[in-house]
């Protein structure tokens, strides 16, 4: 049997204040939910080490970092995407203004990783939008993955761990593929 491979990814987790990154963070890499946050000043850091079952033979450790999402820190944002592998664009389905921004934070990044790297946008709090305070429609949010170029468009809840764990492992497969020509 052949000695596995392994790697280290680095993923950032970007969008508006207030969405939910840190929710999504915790509930993907520690399997918990606190209904208040504190707001992530500058960044949040987490790793979790995730096994693909489509490819047994490597070891892949994400490094994900959650980053403030308030104008007033976008000075102090741009060194945390240098060696991204990937990006989580991510939004508040029940926060037009975070949905219009997202084009903005893909800008930003771009800026400094370049196009061409795997993304996915995530519209969060699906369990707020259930309640009637839905701003963004799902035909909405596919028709800005296209625009994106993102791999994948998920709805998510953080809170009742609603599509967290495939949108890490579908970024995860798309990094993989695409460096190691799989």
Not at 37 to 45: A, D, E, H, K, V
Not at 82 to 88: E, N, Q, Y
Not at 152 to 180: M, W
């Amino acid at each position: 049997m052949a000695a596995a491979k392994s790697f280290i990814y680095k993923i950032c987790v970007v969008g508006d204040g207030g969405v939910g990154k840190t929710s999504m963070v915790l509930r993907y890499c520690e399997n918990s939910f606190k209904e208040n946050y504190i707001m992530t000043i500058g960044s949040n850091f987490s790793t979790k080490q995730i096994n693909l079952d489509k490819y047994p033979n490597y070891l892949i450790r994400l490094q994900l970092w959650d980053l403030a999402g308030q104008k007033h820190f976008s000075f102090v944002r741009p060194p945390f995407y240098r060696g991204s592998s990937a990006t989580i664009y991510t939004f508040d389905l029940t926060r037009r203004s975070s949905f219009q921004n997202i084009l903005n934070w893909k800008a930003e990044v771009e800026k400094v990783i370049g196009d061409g790297k795997p993304s996915i946008l995530v519209g969060n709090k699906t369990d707020l939008a259930e309640q009637g305070n839905r701003e963004v429609g799902e035909g909405e949010g596919e028709a800005l993955k296209e625009e994106l170029k993102a791999i994948a468009y998920y709805e998510t809840s953080a809170k009742n761990d609603l599509k967290v764990s495939p949108v890490f492992k579908d970024v995860t497969l798309a990094i993989l593929e695409r460096t190691q020509k799989i």
